[in-house]
């Protein structure tokens, strides 16, 4: 009775290793070139380009909804994520976005993981419009002059960050 207790405690303890965190299959041409290609692959592996889409579309503060056919989007299980310790880019924003630790527990890591993929969407849509708007350009290339140009743009706007705008309660 007690090791059938254990097991399944076990179980459900360990059931956000199989929470799915999706992309839009319709990104598949940047995974293609940011990822695959050794002449223009800029990250390693194709959870590394999501994590870095997630960042950028909250740095462009664009969260953009997924599809809603499965067929539309392509998974990786939190897991994977994990394994490198990367989960904690999407927990980061999960309490960036709430402000509260409590998107931390298993009962709300959906919820969670739904904010990094809107964001990882969102910055995948912008690096797409740009790699369109630049069709010559190599996307480091891109990259450089778009951050560059935000940097800029901050400045000019003097958008400073404030320690009170990170606080998150626990």
Known sequence: ?????????????????????NRDRKFEHLVKDLVDSP????????KDLMIFGAMLGYNFEYRKP????SEDMIQITLQTYRNTEDDGYIYLLGMLENRHATCLKNENLSETVKIFEEYCN????????????????????????KIAE??????????????EDLEINF
Do not use: C
Not at 122 to 145: C, F, R, S, V
């Open 39 to 46: 002449d223009t692959a800029l990250f390693r592996f194709n």
């Open 66 to 69: 997924l599809p809603t056919k």
């Open 1 to 21: 009775m007690i090791t059938n207790q254990v097991s399944k405690e076990k179980t459900s303890e360990d059931a956000w290793r199989n929470i799915q965190v």
């Open 150 to 163: 935000h940097t800029q743009n901050m400045q000019t706007n003097h958008q400073n960050v404030s320690n």
């Open 122 to 145: 969102g910055g995948l849509d912008l690096l797409n419009d740009w790699k369109a708007e630049y069709p010559t350009k190599k996307m480091t290339e891109i990259l450089m002059e």
